[in-house]
């Protein structure tokens, strides 16, 4: 089962992301203390992500192929999984004690790139290596070492089938 390998979160835009060994994700908030659950980050209040996730594998591709180590947080991602992220997209899956849904793709950007201090970031990050965003929809504690379980494809017409026949036997 995939876990979770690094937590990271800012206090605000372009400050340094520190590594945590856990963190309380607020539903319809994000990661507490986190510069976007301030309204502090650089996209604030205009393109947030509550959440960003990202594969270790992809740290580590970038890290081989692009002789670039991002694993001190510079990928400005909060979660680092391990597990390949955009097939978490259009899903509920939970980690730790929250509940998430993937929401979209989060490419790089020139700031990622101005924020690392490094050459070659955000072309490095991108074809899928970006991560996602995910929204909290149930509040929990994350800690370092948690499983990522998926619980639910929000895509799949047999189970919204089933989940509107449930609420309707309520």
């Known amino acids: 089962m995939p876990t979770v390998q690094q937590i990271w979160t800012a206090p605000a835009a372009g400050e340094p992301m520190e590594a945590r060994e856990s963190v309380a994700a607020v539903r319809d908030g994000g990661l507490r203390g986190d510069r976007y659950f ?7 209040p205009f393109d947030v992500c509550q959440v960003t996730l990202v594969d270790s594998g992809a740290i580590e591709y970038i890290r081989e192929e692009f002789d670039i ?3 001190d947080g510079r990928h400005r991602r909060n979660l680092v999984v391990d597990a390949d992220v955009v097939e978490l997209l259009d899903t509920k899956f939970r980690v730790g004690e929250a509940v998430f849904e993937g929401t979209r793709r989060r490419p ?3 700031h990622v790139e101005e924020v690392a201090g490094e050459e070659g970031v955000a072309r490095a990050l991108r074809e899928e290596r970006g991560g996602i965003c995910a929204d909290v929809v149930e509040s929990g504690e994350v800690r370092v070492g948690d499983d990522l379980e998926v619980l639910e494809r929000l895509d799949d017409p047999d189970a919204l089938a089933d989940a509107i026949r449930e609420r309707r036997e309520r």
């Open 38 to 44: 301030r309204g502090t980050g650089y996209y604030s």
């Open 69 to 71: 180590d991002l694993t």
């Open 108 to 110: 790089p950007c020139a």
